[in-house]
């Protein structure tokens, strides 16, 4: 009897040119991370309107952007762990429902507590959306572009985000702070049985499982229709495996410098970024503008990031990563204390936020490709977890402190020179890190070397 045929599923995959059904996984992906978007920065854009109605302090919404990516950054870290069991899809699925109902309890808040309550296990669903819809885009693109869709993938978030502010102007006037959140649950309740019955599950995992041949068989058929395989043929994804995934191995060999520098730019990057989207239409509405066009002005964060991330990762692929980012960083910089320092001139406004967007978002994508180079492929998945991990720290702290800080009656300028600072941080840490990627080849040439010549010796 002849051995069983066996099909590594991730290399063939490579093989193949870019199918339209590939093209079709990565926009059902990008249209999930759209509608997490919109829910994630709905917060955001109805907040000025919101302090108004319950007669609010200034900052007293930190808690509230706290406790909304508290959640989203548990829900990241729970469902990774369900989707290698369950499956990519019906975690995602899960998520988007989860995301779209509690978006609707939302409405019913009338305290603080209750709105707490209701963004808090709203980022649950939205946290679990997003690095689900990246690792299915991975999953089933070429390892040549993988790269290059899931950035495209991921503007989805970005031009969700944007959107909202947009519809934001048109829905606050007319049905007041709750408008946004209507449309923000049932929209993704509408487009469900879309992803229901079109969104395929994780063909990695299928193959891993061994026992989902015909399954394989058929995705296979759709992303080549000229594939045949014979009876008996087994489906495999050969993974790399190891043992000691422990997070001290990222301070061993000569790495602890640089996991710290890794650190601080995810850090500060996050900090930075949910702080501009938190509070950026509350202080634009401040500065004397109507509402409806703070929220517009505050969308272009979002818009500026789209052409950050086409723009800056077409640099990072061609370019060492280092300088990009720290370029990119320092300008960053100067864009958010120019938002601090525009005052009510709009023109300048508009300038400077969409400046930041360009060079924070674009920016921040860019950055998670720094892990992935710096660490060997046995610790890879640990680095970059923990980063990612580090940096939704930094997303929580940044708009509680912002928030602080404005219920401290500081100036604008203030807050925003002080948000240039932390932007200025992860510009030296981009710098060191090239340095310590530097030093660190220099040293495994000079060990290769010693090496070489104790064999021949």
Known sequence: MSEATAVNVPDLIDRQNISSFQVRVMLLCATVVFLDGFDAQAIGYVAPVLSKAWHLKRGALKDVFAAGLFGLMLGALISGPLADRFGRKVVILFSMLSFSIFTLCTVTAESMGSLLVWRFITGL??????????????EYSPHRRRASLVMIMFCGFSLGAALGGVFAAELIPHFGWKGVFWLGGIVPLV????????LPESIRLLALKGTKTEEVRKILARINAKLTFPPGTAFTAREERSSG????QLFKESRALGTLLIWVMFFMNLLNLYFLASWLPTTINNAGIPVEKAALIASLLQIGGIVGVLSLGWLVDRLSPFPVLAGASMLAAIFIAGIGLSGSSVGLIILTVAGAGFCLVGGQIGATAMPAIYYPTTIRSTGVGWALGIGRAGSIVGPWVGGLILSLLWKTSS???????????????????????????????????????????
């Open 125 to 138: 669903g939205l946290g679990g959306a997003m690095p689900n819809a990246v690792a299915l885009t991975s």
């Open 415 to 457: 807050l925003f020179l002080i948000a240039a600072c932390a932007a200025l941080c992860s510009a030296l840490a981009a710098l060191l890190m090239g340095w310590t990627r530097a030093s660190q080849a220099g040293a495994n040439v000079r060990y290769a070397a010693a090496l070489k010549t104790n064999e021949g010796k």
């Open 245 to 248: 995934f422990a997070v001290g």
């Open 191 to 198: 487009l469900a049985p879309m992803v229901i019955l079109s």
